[in-house]
């Protein structure tokens, strides 16, 4: 499991910045040596990573909160247009996977649909690569895709969609070259009990499984009245959010609405490391959350849980903002070494 590295800062593209370092380098080197007693030799050459000391991990880029909006205002309007919901075996369903396959073919990512069958209707999971890394080390990322069928299921959970379909095009922008392998899934008919990603898991090989080194999963993080909770499943994973936050500002609780209750249960019970986020559903703030949280004590985290009102309007832009970017920290700096 990765240790805490630090942080250094992207690394410099422009070509310019390439020359001006290298004569700078050259520069001190010679001066160094130059200003050393006769007989002295340069300094050593950093030493290679190792186990205790990992290289640095480049730092993530900022996930503009504005991009999973738009991703958002998309699964809005798909619902509009499939009777008001995005639910297995529905149409609005399948439109919304359409829409982030499209996205993520376009980005070069290496997609794959797998059919199921649940209620008596078709369901859909959509998986997708980012070529390279380690075959044999794969970090995977998903969010459940569909909906209930009383509403469009914006932040339950278009909210954890969208952003990690946000994290995976930013894996593309910045070209990403990761010492893992990374794969995202966005899973169908968890409202009926986590059958899509069961499904998966349930249908990889063993020797598949053990090379999954651990699976994040978000599930409602935009809740208007959020909390900041982290899954505590896995204590490094758990450790990797709660050190964002902390760096922030931003105080965190464990989750604790149970085992069981999103797509991370299906990788739990197969033995793969989990972890996560999570910005609560149909429970009360309590004013000691409140305190620290801000938002309404006394009223539920998230009002329209599982209602018709659950729409872009249901959404708190901070607390989706941070958790796209606690979602790409997450990616950058698990699959880095
Ligand atoms: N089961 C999820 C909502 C949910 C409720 N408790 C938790 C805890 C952790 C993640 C998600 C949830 C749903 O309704 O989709
Ligand atoms: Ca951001
Ligand atoms: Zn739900
Ligand atoms: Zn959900």
Redesign the pocket.
């Known amino acids: 499991m990765p240790s805490r590295t630090p942080h250094t800062p992207p690394p410099y593209r422009s070509s310019w910045f390439r020359r001006a370092a290298t004569a700078v380098a050259v520069l001190a080197t010679a001066i160094g040596t130059a200003g050393a007693a006769p007989g002295a030799i340069a300094a050593p050459a950093p030493a290679a990573p190792t186990a205790a000391h990992p290289a640095a991990v480049a730092a993530a880029p900022?996930?503009?909160?504005a991009n999973v909006k738009a991703h958002l205002a998309q699964l809005q309007s798909l619902a509009t247009a499939n009777s008001g919901n995005r639910a297995h075996g529905r149409p609005g369903y399948k439109a919304s996977l359409d829409y982030v396959k499209a996205k993520l073919d376009a980005a070069g990512f290496t997609t794959s649909v797998q059919q199921f069958t649940a209620g008596g209707a078709t369901g859909y999971n959509l998986v997708a690569d980012w070529p390279g890394g380690n075959a044999g080390q794969i970090l995977m990322t998903g969010a459940h895709l569909d909906s209930v069928t009383s509403g469009p299921g914006i932040n339950d959970n278009g909210s954890g969609s969208s952003a990690v379909l946000e994290t995976a095009l930013a894996v593309a922008r910045e070209g990403l070259k990761p010492a893992k392998h990374l794969r995202f899934a966005w899973w169908g008919a968890e409202e009926l009990g986590l059958i899509g990603s069961r499904n998966y898991v349930n249908a990889l090989p063993t020797a598949e499984r053990s090379k999954i080194t651990g699976y994040l999963n978000f599930d409602m993080v935009g809740s208007p009245n959020p909390g900041y909770f982290v899954y505590d499943d896995n204590p490094a994973l758990e450790a990797v959010f709660k050190d964002w936050f902390a760096a922030k500002g931003v105080a965190t609780e464990i989750e604790t609405e149970g085992d069981g209750r999103s797509d991370h249960a299906s990788f739990k019970n197969a033995g793969i490391a989990v972890g996560g986020l999570f910005t609560g559903a149909g429970r009360t703030k309590t004013s000691a959350q409140a305190q620290k949280w801000g938002g309404t004590a006394g009223q539920a985290f998230d009002r329209c849980y599982h209602s018709s009102c659950d729409t872009t309007s249901n959404i708190n832009d901070t607390a989706l903002?941070r958790n796209?970017?606690a979602i790409a920290h997450a990616v950058w700096t698990l699959s880095a070494n």
Do not use: K, N, T, Y
């Open positions: 900022d996930i503009p909160v903002d796209s970017d």
